[in-house]
């Protein structure tokens, strides 16, 4: 079976296709921000083109979505106007095939599950830490979606309560404003403006003031892992997103982590992705094959 694949993102759509196991004609397109939905669309079905002929097309794309539908529910002001777009309609329209269409993290996780690092666990949670923190729930290596479709938006669990309470109506004290890799660089440029993401900020951790940032920003991430464990009590978290391919971060928050969870949740198990970036084409390709086999 031969499906063509592609990561829609903020910044670029990742595509590749994949046949035998292995992911071939991997490229990277500016994602046409400026084009809305349809636009985006069609410049997905431009790069499809490029791959010949396949029997599918799996679609990891960033937003939350309606897999039933392949629809967007919603998409934030990183990508104007993608709200609503039905995806697959329009790309089965064009190519008469099988498409499938899943947001971001549930296919990395996904990904991760059935190549990377959750080969052998059949439940997990999957935490990306990038502009924003993803969540996915993997339950007998399947995802858990919710009620509509929504389920694991992690990055939205309120880590600091009293800034919510202070500002009222929806929570300003939410995960991600702390503990994404957005906020770890803005943190770091507060002492040197040209620390202005993760590989710079890595690239002087030996220097005291940027590793005394850098372990209060883990302390930021134990937080909201602290809550997900006590709530969930899974055997397993994994952890990805390109900062994460940081040992130092995995090392620490295996180190650190008892010091913020009940002594009978501590069986669980960090775990660093090992797909990279292109775990989402993957969990793309797995999706698309389980739909072809049903």
């Avoid at 292995?22 to 079905?45: D, H, N, R």
Wanted: proline share 4%; glycine share 12%; hydrophobic share 40%.
């Amino acid at each position: 079976m031969r499906t063509a694949v592609l990561d829609i993102g903020g910044t670029f759509i990742k595509s590749a296709l994949y046949a035998d196991n292995m992911l071939y004609q991997f490229k990277e397109t500016p994602t046409p921000l400026s084009s809305g939905g349809k636009g985006i669309v069609a410049c997905a079905a431009e790069i499809v083109k490029t791959y010949g002929s396949f029997d599918a097309i799996g679609i990891s794309t960033a937003g939350q979505v309606d897999p039933d539908r392949g629809m967007i529910l919603y998409a934030n002001e990183n990508i104007p106007g993608y709200t609503g777009t039905p995806v697959r309609e329009l790309l089965e329209y064009i190519f008469h095939v099988p498409v499938v269409v899943d947001n971001d993290v549930n296919m990395a996780a996904v990904g991760e599950g059935a190549l990377g690092a959750g080969k052998e666990e059949q439940d997990f949670l999957c935490l990306t830490y990038g502009t924003g923190i993803g969540g996915a729930i993997i339950q007998n290596k399947e995802v858990y979606r919710g009620s509509s479709f929504s389920a694991a938006e992690f990055g939205s669990i309120v880590t600091h309560g009293q800034s919510s309470q202070d500002q009222g109506g929806y929570p300003e004290g939410i995960y991600e404003k702390y503990a994404s890799a957005t906020a770890l660089v803005h943190m770091a440029e507060q002492i040197n403006p040209k620390l202005s993401d993760g590989k710079a900020i890595f690239a002087n951790l030996k220097e005291p003031e940027v590793k005394a940032i850098v372990d209060i920003w883990i302390g930021e991430i134990l937080l909201g892992l602290s809550s997900l464990i006590h709530i969930f009590n899974p055997s397993c978290i994994i952890l990805g997103g390109g900062v994460m391919e940081q040992t130092y971060l995995i090392r620490e928050i295996r180190r650190r982590l008892s010091d913020y969870i009940m002594p009978s949740f501590s069986n669980v198990r960090i775990k660093q992705a090992e797909l990279g970036n292109r775990a989402g084409l993957l969990g793309a390709a797995v999706t698309a094959g389980r739909r072809a086999a049903e």
